[in-house]
């Protein structure tokens, strides 16, 4: 990743957050916080998603809504970049069974498991400005390993065969050349869908951990 000083990312971040429209911006709080949790580098690897973003976003700029092929680049570069993080498990990571951390956390800490890759590449997507409708957070089976398991689908309409961002292969593929994988249910910011269902049968407020991830996100802009 990325490497600069610590004082120069300290000026982009302020600036950033007067100037740009990116979503990706973080508060000088925040970034103290994490350096004095995670170190001195922890803060270079958040500079280092924001120019991601940058990057992807100016190429969109002054043109017409991005075409397919161009939304499946966006995927397949950020299914990548967050595929980098080491994997652990939330017990190794955080010290409990089931922890949902926020983009931030996962950077910060250099750590990562299927809900955490998911989570950061729907908030990734999110920033370039792809619609939430269009973004699932799904909860599968995975077959091969016979254990829990979640991915990012994409769908570029409501129905639909959708690409599978999943941090088990750097490839984005259709849903249905996934067979390996069984659908429970799927959400994004405003609701919740149970697998195979047209229309959303809840909100996505139900789901305790999506609500507190969305607190600690919150309070990540208010440092």
Known sequence: MMRRGWWAFFLLVVCSAVLASEAVTFAPGLLRHI?????????????????EVRKHIAKQRGTAPPSLPETLRDLDDFNRYWNDIRYYTDLRHWGVLDYWATPVETLASEGADCEDYAIAKYFSLKALGVPVQN??????????????HMVLAYYPTVD????????????????????????????????????????AGGKSSQIRLWRVLLDKMQREREM
Do not use: H, K, M
């Not at 995670?38 to 998603?49: F, H, I």
């Not at 799904?138 to 390993?145: E, H, I, P, S």
């Not at 065969?161 to 067979?179: F, G, H, M, Q, T």
């Open 35 to 51: 350096a004095t949790r995670w170190g001195n580098d922890a803060p270079e690897r958040l500079a280092d998603w924001q120019d």
């Open 135 to 148: 973004l699932r957070i799904t909860y599968v089976r995975a077959l091969r390993w016979n254990q829990a």
């Open 160 to 199: 639909a065969d959708p690409y599978i961002l999943d941090n088990l292969s750097r490839s984005v593929e259709r849903a249905s050349e996934r067979d390996d994988l069984v659908p429970v249910y799927s959400f994004n910011d405003e609701d919740l869908w149970a697998a195979g269902a047209v229309a």
